[in-house]
């Protein structure tokens, strides 16, 4: 929402038989990168699970004339995406040992990276909408910023930027589960043009770790946006636009 992090706590569930020189390494990635991003670690908490599964509860600071929604989206915006989509097909594909190493990395990197300057951008560029791509994939957070704001969208599938790999394993029907439950949700919200294939549609449910901010920008300021990003080094992609309407359109042209 454009705030800054300052805080955090470690939340983490770790199985009894996981060596402890692992226990140490997730803590150690968590504390290295929340030093990266500015953020002091103050604790946490550590529970037995039989699954490892880590994250962190995050307090920050905002100015609420800064703040970034997912309602304010208004027609004539244009769609800007920071990250590509498909890390839990790619992440699905890694458990079920089928993923080719150099897709792994990549999708690594990706995650890695965080929003920070992105999320800048967008307040400098004066955005009316943001939202974060994560669990309810693209078109799930895309449905919500439709929603909260009060209008449709037009996304271009052509435009979205997908991790290599990913539209292979999709073919593959490597998905994870919560792809499905994506569909089975927020289908009745959107329409997909008939030349997009089923494999490929899934992948706009498919549930994103660290995925991309969505940022509706008056089409005004896209390319001062577009400018500054380069400038920055900072990956955009034009995937859309805001429309009247209550219906998320994905075309395919």
């Given at each position: 929402?454009g705030?800054?992090?300052f805080?955090a706590l470690?939340i983490a569930a770790?199985?009894?038989?996981?060596?402890?020189?692992?226990?140490?390494?997730?803590?150690?990635g968590g504390?290295?990168m929340?030093h990266k991003?500015?953020v002091?670690?103050?604790g946490?908490?550590?529970?037995?699970?039989?699954?490892?599964k880590?994250?962190l509860v995050?307090?920050?600071?905002?100015?609420?004339?800064?703040m970034?929604?997912?309602?304010g989206?208004?027609?004539?915006?244009?769609l800007?995406?920071?990250?590509?989509?498909?890390i839990?097909v790619?992440t699905?594909a890694?458990?079920?040992?089928?993923?080719h190493k150099k897709h792994?990395i990549?999708a690594i990197?990706?995650?890695?990276?965080?929003n920070?300057?992105?999320a800048e951008?967008?307040?400098e560029n004066?955005?009316?909408a943001?939202?974060d791509?994560t669990?309810?994939s693209?078109l799930?957070h895309?449905?919500e910023?439709?929603?909260a704001?009060?209008?449709?969208?037009?996304?271009?599938?052509k435009?979205?930027?997908v991790?290599?790999?990913?539209?292979?394993?999709?073919?593959q029907?490597?998905?994870p589960?919560?792809?499905?439950?994506?569909?089975s949700?927020?289908?009745k919200?959107?329409?997909?043009d008939e030349?997009i294939?089923?494999?490929?549609?899934?992948?706009c449910?498919?549930?994103q770790?660290?995925g991309s901010?969505l940022?509706?920008?008056?089409?005004?300021?896209?390319?001062?946006?577009?400018?500054m990003a380069?400038?920055?080094?900072?990956?955009?992609?034009?995937?859309g636009?805001?429309?009247?309407?209550d219906k998320?359109?994905?075309?395919n042209r």
């Amino acid at each position: 929402m454009g705030g800054a992090p300052f805080l955090a706590l470690n939340i983490a569930a770790l199985p009894p038989q996981l060596p402890l020189e692992i226990g140490s390494e997730i803590l150690r990635g968590g504390a290295h990168m929340a030093h990266k991003a500015g953020v002091v670690i103050a604790g946490g908490h550590t529970i037995q699970d039989k699954e490892p599964k880590y994250g962190l509860v995050v307090m920050g600071f905002i100015n609420p004339k800064n703040m970034l929604t997912k309602g304010g989206a208004k027609p004539g915006d244009i769609l800007l995406l920071s990250k590509p989509i498909g890390i839990g097909v790619i992440t699905t594909a890694i458990k079920n040992e089928k993923c080719h190493k150099k897709h792994k990395i990549e999708a690594i990197k990706w995650m890695k990276i965080f929003n920070k300057k992105a999320a800048e951008l967008s307040i400098e560029n004066n955005a009316n909408a943001a939202t974060d791509i994560t669990g309810f994939s693209l078109l799930g957070h895309a449905w919500e910023m439709a929603s909260a704001s009060n209008v449709g969208m037009n996304i271009n599938f052509k435009n979205i930027p997908v991790l290599d790999g990913a539209k292979d394993y999709a073919e593959q029907w490597i998905f994870p589960g919560g792809c499905f439950d994506n569909e089975s949700y927020f289908k009745k919200h959107i329409e997909f043009d008939e030349s997009i294939p089923e494999a490929h549609r899934y992948l706009c449910y498919d549930p994103q770790t660290s995925g991309s901010l969505l940022i509706a920008v008056p089409k005004d300021n896209l390319t001062n946006i577009l400018s500054m990003a380069k400038k920055y080094d900072q990956p955009l992609w034009v995937i859309g636009e805001v429309t009247k309407g209550d219906k998320i359109h994905i075309i395919n042209r």
